[in-house]
């Protein structure tokens, strides 16, 4: 009797240690998000500036840089960062410097830690495009098992509703967007640091989001990457000329 006790009072406490951290969790996803700490490019143009970490429940899964282009007409997001709490964070400072809706989110990459959070944007409406090499990767079985492991090693803030967005249009060449009166130069740069390398060009202020062809205070994950092609591709933004780059990761 005295055994089986024990066993019952262990099996209550591992109950409420769960329950807890289902509770913790809950709370954590439900509270309303802090607005990310913003780096003013220009009058119209942030960024934010992830950790130089791994992704870990502790930072959220911030590890990269994303940004955005205010305009008359809306905002253009670049990136999404790598977790749908962060992206509300990121809608939440982008919130506290216009009321513009965002239109567009450009992905520079389909890398985890940049695009866990496009759900959010998508679900606001917004258009999200990416280069069409990115869809080999979003549909292949390393992109759902990295999804897999994410929603355990980054829960909760990574869990069983965080989904793969694909692009609302893939592009296939080099293309300029327009709004409100502001020029985006949407250059592939791939493949370098991966096939669907893009780089964002904001013409009017010779502003560069470079995406992670451009490594700061970190070294540069290569994985799979074509480092030759890597260093012809970085050649080419400099011919751009660019006044400020934001890089893909660091200040």
Known sequence: ???????????????????????????????????LPLQQV??????VQGQAALGSPANRNFISNAGFIVTPEGVVVVDALGSPALARALLAAIRGVTPQPV??????????????????????????IARQEGREYLNSDT??????????????????????????R???????????????LLRHVGPAHT?????????????????DLVFRGR??????ADSQAWITALSGLIDLKPAVIVPGHGA
């Open 143 to 168: 992109a759902q098992r990295r999804l897999e492991v994410s929603r355990q090693e980054l829960a909760p803030w990574v869990d069983g509703q965080t989904r793969l967005v694909p692009a609302d």
């Open 195 to 211: 096939a669907e390398d893009l780089a964002v060009f904001v013409e009017r202020n010779c502003v560069l989001f470079a995406g």
């Open 170 to 184: 893939w592009l296939d060449a080099d293309t300029t967007l327009t709004l409100g009166g502001e020029r985006l």
């Open 42 to 47: 220009t009058d119209h143009i942030w960024f």
């Open 219 to 224: 070294v540069p994950y290569v994985g799979t």
């Open 1 to 35: 009797m005295l055994a089986l006790g024990r066993c019952w009072a262990v099996a209550v406490w591992l109950m409420t240690c769960v329950g807890s951290m289902a509770q913790a969790a809950q709370a954590a996803q439900a509270a309303e998000p802090e607005p």
């Open 103 to 128: 239109r567009w989110v450009i992905v520079t990459h389909y890398h985890a830690d940049h695009v866990y959070g496009l759900q959010v944007f998508k679900d606001l409406g917004a258009t999200v």
